[in-house]
Nanobody
Framework: QVQLVESGGGLVQAGVSLRLSCASSGRTFRNYAMGWLRQAPGKEREFVAHISKSGTGTYYAESVKGRFTISRDNAKNTMYLQMNSLKPEDTAVYYC?????????????WGQGTQVTVSS
């Protein structure tokens, strides 16, 4: 497993952009596919985006496609989520996750989460 720490959350107005970061400890970051998931109050955790181990493959939930971009820098052991045109319905705790299998949605290490609140 890897240790993951999210940062970059905050309170913003609708329409603006925000970038989340997920820093990983250790030297094995490149061996993990990564994902972002989120959980809104009173709702179940939902998938947001996934990126392959090399970073060449990405996949998004329909609700964020075209607005969010997932990326990673294996040299810096860090993953990012660029969120544009934020909407109030994007309000949630955002979690980064890592998985050895590479399967979308299959993760075995999780960060503590960072709060994103979008006001209308």
């Amino acid at each position: 497993q890897v240790q993951l720490v999210e940062s970059g959350g905050g309170l913003v107005q609708a329409g603006v952009s925000l970038r989340l970061s997920c820093a990983s400890s250790g030297r094995t970051f490149r061996n993990y596919a990564m994902g972002w998931l989120r959980q809104a109050p009173g709702k179940e955790r939902e998938f947001v985006a996934h990126i392959s181990k090399s970073g060449t493959g990405t996949y998004y939930a329909e609700s964020v496609k075209g607005r969010f971009t997932i990326s990673r820098d294996n040299a810096k052991n860090t993953m990012y989520l660029q969120m544009n045109s934020l909407k109030p319905e994007d309000t949630a705790v955002y979690y980064c996750a890592a998985g050895r299998t590479g399967i979308i949605g299959s993760y075995d290490s999780w960060g503590q989460g960072t709060q994103v609140t979008v006001s209308s």
